[in-house]
């Protein structure tokens, strides 16, 4: 397939808001060994793409500075090496960047197919928050049918689908969340608990239901020394961002008491291989979940690649409930 020289993409200008956003011309990526050529049909907006528009998340230095981590969309080139996929497959992938553009590069081992019955619009919401959930709440977290687990943000795009799965794995679900409609949306999911922090104290209360054994956090800051607190013995606490700060003041004393575990990762700056293991890991256990109807993605809105701006602001209010889209291809 002969692809065009030149393609549309939205480039951060500089530093900033939203506006920064920009449309541009830009070569169409050539793959590399083992890589594939995506004609992007639609792109996930994630909170790393606004960290990284804002200056603060800046992308490893082989990636593409085009914002844009997820993407559904057909294979139109196979680099060297490339076995598994044929151009015309349709897949929906994990990238390093450039999502937020008609066409972009990742590793063959990065692209999954899509799962039966999902069309590319909700496909393109999988990879960034899958990989996520499943190697820190799973694979990290060591989460498994019968424990207790919690995740903040409950109605973000990681916490609808930390609920989904976690209640597909047998394990019992707390949530927290801003409103009580947004709660209810919580419960809806699956969760056998959701907690309006604003007006409720989540920690004590999940510590007076014995405990979570696995708490999933993008918080930070403050949260931290609650989670501390609501963790069962022998409890996980794993990290995944920090939207009110990474400093907090622990008594560690607490921690080897009650033998708690703290860790945590950021998915974007692990190496090929790792994020090679995770896509198999999600292949091999969340699929077969969404394809038996266990989990399904919830959709917030959806926005024309030249309006990514507009996304910029709907990820950034506390308003959205779901996954936010940008379609690429008319």
């Known amino acids: 397939m002969t692809l065009s020289h030149s393609m549309l993409a939205m480039e951060i200008s500089a530093p900033g808001g939203p506006d920064v956003l920009k449309p541009v011309s830009v070569p169409v990526p050539v793959p590399g060994h083992g890589q594939i050529v995506i004609r992007i049909a639609w792109a996930g907006v994630n909170r790393p793409d606004a960290l990284q528009r804002a200056g603060a998340y800046a992308p490893p230095p082989d990636a593409s500075p085009i914002p844009g981590l997820e993407c559904s969309g057909t294979v139109v080139e196979c680099g060297p090496g490339v076995t598994r996929w044929a151009i015309g497959d349709k897949v929906c992938a994990l990238l390093p960047g450039g999502g937020y553009s008609e066409y972009a590069t990742c590793p063959e081992a990065h692209a999954l197919p899509i799962p039966q019955g999902v069309p590319l619009r909700e496909a393109a919401c999988l990879p960034e928050t899958c990989f996520t959930v499943w190697s820190n709440m799973v694979m990290r977290g060591k989460l498994k049918a019968g424990q207790t687990f919690l995740v903040h943000g409950g109605t973000s795009g990681i916490g609808t689908t930390a609920i989904q799965i976690a209640k597909a794995l047998g394990a019992r679900v707390f949530a927290t969340a801003g409103t009580d409609e947004k709660c209810q949306v919580c419960t809806d999911l699956g969760a056998d608990l959701a907690l309006n922090y604003r007006s409720q104290d989540w920690s004590k209360i999940i510590r007076g239901q014995g405990g979570a054994d696995v708490i999933l956090d993008m918080v930070g800051g403050p949260y931290i020394e609650k989670n501390i607190k609501a963790l069962a013995d022998d409890g996980r606490l794993v990290q995944i961002a ?89």
């Open 242 to 330: 920090f939207l009110q700060g990474a400093r907090a003041e622990v008594s560690f004393a607490e921690v080897m008491m009650r033998r708690l575990t703290i860790t945590g990762s950021t998915l974007r700056p692990q190496s090929e291989n790792e994020k090679a293991r995770i896509a198999a890991a999600v292949e091999t256990h969340v699929w077969p979940m969404i394809e038996r109807g266990a989990f399904k993605v919830v959709m917030d809105s959806e926005y024309p690649l030249a309006e990514a701006p507009s996304a910029h602001w709907r990820i950034e209010t506390p308003g959205h409930v779901g996954k936010i889209v940008l379609k690429v291809e008319d």
